[in-house]
């Protein structure tokens, strides 16, 4: 159980929970958004199983839970007695930002769902206030974009945040991958197609690897390719993404782009990205 982390998310409507929940989500930790208050410890107790591999648990919660307080705060006094660490992530914002949000979503506030904004938002605020004084940790994201909250998290968490990239190879003839973000057309390489003895194989191979990389075209390819990444990948950090990917095509999507696709998630790795290398099309024979 000491290396369990868990984590309970509250604070005002309007406030950010949901992303914070989702930033959580990315780091690893199983989100379950407005569980009943009563199910708290057996759910705790579930996940600390012997044999479970569950080991970051963060739990929604808020007044859409009904009776939140006198169930709430019941169950994190069952959880301490029981010797269950966890922490409180408390989210707030000024009442001129929260009336704001609930503006432009056009969203009723839970407990003013036929009254004034407002009057939701201080209600809420003064039942929620026995639980702000226990929080771990109190965000007020008045000023924070979505990104900035979710660099909050991370910074929480300890945790350098980085791209899962995923690095496929692909045969134009066959179709372009549908959820690439960044395609390169590698046609314009030398074919080992043309070579006899090396049409057999693909880019796997090191002949076909040497006889591609070989040409002085492919290495500087290569090198302005890797430039640009460079400037891509820290922009799409900070724009909060956490995935991407890049695909890479020839013609059959067997050599010059299998060749390529092995470097440059060789690479992405040296930059401690996390990569997934995926040759969609090299097992399909007979093509070029």
């Not at 269950?84 to 056009?106: G, H, M, N, S």
């Not at 302005?224 to 460079?230: H, S, V």
């Amino acid at each position: 159980m000491s290396d369990l982390r868990f984590a309970i998310v509250t604070g005002l409507s309007g406030a950010g929970k949901t992303q914070a929940l989702r930033a959580l989500e990315d780091l690893g930790y199983f989100c379950v958004d407005n569980l009943p208050p009563s199910l708290v410890t057996k759910f705790a107790e579930l996940v600390t199983q012997p044999g479970g591999v569950i080991r970051r648990v963060a739990l929604g919660m808020d007044v859409r839970g009904g009776e939140f307080f006198q169930g709430m705060l019941q169950s994190l006094e069952d959880l301490a007695s029981l010797g269950f660490p966890y922490r409180i992530l408390f989210l707030e914002a000024d009442d001129e930002t929260l009336v704001r949000r609930f503006k432009e979503t056009r969203r009723l506030h839970p407990l003013a769902p036929h009254g004034r904004v407002l009057e939701g938002i201080r209600e809420e605020r003064q039942r929620l206030e026995p639980l702000r004084e226990r929080a771990t940790t109190v965000i007020d994201t008045s000023i924070l974009k979505p990104q900035s909250l979710r660099q909050e998290i991370f910074d929480l968490e300890g945790e350098l945040r980085r791209l899962v990239i995923t690095v496929v190879s692909f045969g134009f003839k066959h179709g372009l991958p549908l959820d690439a973000d960044l395609v390169f057309d590698l046609r314009f390489l030398p074919n080992p197609n043309s070579v006899e003895a090396l049409r057999i194989h693909d880019g796997n191979h090191p002949e076909v690897a040497g006889y591609v990389m070989g040409w002085p075209v492919a290495r500087r390819f290569l090198q302005r390719l890797f430039g640009l990444l460079d400037f891509l990948l820290p922009h799409y950090l900070q724009e909060g993404r956490t995935q991407l990917a890049i695909a890479l095509g020839c013609t059959g999507g067997r050599h010059r782009s299998v060749v390529l696709a092995n470097r440059v998630a060789a690479w992405l790795r040296r930059k401690d990205h996390g990569v997934i290398l995926e040759h969609r099309d090299v097992a399909r024979e007979g093509q070029v």
